[in-house]
């Protein structure tokens, strides 16, 4: 997928009706932290968009407004998703 890598190489991270939890897992790979998820059902969800793995941070801001998820930020190492 042509779109994808070139979005890859600039920092970006393209989704197109990928489960949250899936997407989540990507972040984590940019995160200097731990993202938990704790409602399962939710990470089924499916979601789509473009997110800035550069900021990881903004990018789960970005990308929690996507599902019905509650988050908490506990320091800047970990993340809470309910």
């Known amino acids: 997928n042509v779109p994808a890598v070139s979005a890859w190489l600039q920092g ?8 949250f939890a899936q997407v989540l897992e990507e972040l984590q790979r940019y995160h200097s932290g731990t ?10 969800t499916n979601v789509t968009g473009t997110y ?18 509650s988050m908490i930020t506990l320091t800047n190492r970990l993340v809470l998703l309910f």
């Open 52 to 69: 800035n793995v550069d900021d990881p941070v903004a990018a789960l801001d970005l990308l929690v407004k996507t599902v019905p998820v």
């Open 12 to 19: 970006r991270l393209i989704v197109n009706g990928v489960p």
């Open 35 to 44: 993202i938990v998820l704790l409602n399962q059902r939710i990470g089924k």
